[in-house]
């Protein structure tokens, strides 16, 4: 089992920031893709951004421009900072890690990033 620890959610208001953060611990493995999710009541959950332990990222167009995806240098942790954050960005984000060979996907509990107009 992997286990993920979120935090950094919050109430902000419109244009601003946040940095949200995942930590991964227990049945690690070397490759890896580590990404935020979020939904928003009535939504499904969307692809917000990820991240290759080789560094590549892929971000949804929606955030293209004001998210940035970054690892810290232990390779488990991944951060999200939010800029330019707009009302349609509110919803609960939860965090994935996808870990190599099988793929198995772990998720996190989920934090909530509520931006105000």
């Known amino acids: 089992q992997v286990q993920l620890v979120e935090s950094g959610g919050g109430l902000v208001q419109a244009g601003g920031s946040l940095t949200l953060s995942c930590a991964a611990s227990?049945?690690?493995?070397?490759?890896?893709?580590m990404g935020w999710y979020r939904q928003a009541p009535g939504n499904e959950r969307e692809l917000v951004a990820e991240?290759?332990?080789?560094?590549?990222?892929n971000y949804a167009d929606s955030v293209k421009g004001r998210f940035t995806i970054s690892r810290a240098s232990t390779k488990n942790t991944v951060h999200l900072q939010m800029n330019s954050l707009k009302p349609e960005d509110t919803a609960v984000y939860y965090c994935?890690?996808?870990?190599?060979?099988?793929?198995?996907?772990?998720w996190g509990q989920g934090t909530q990033v509520t931006v105000s107009s």
């Open positions: 991240i290759t332990t080789g560094g590549t990222t």
């Open positions: 227990g049945n690690t493995y070397s490759i890896n893709i």
């Open positions: 994935r890690y996808q870990r190599g060979r099988a793929w198995t996907n772990y």
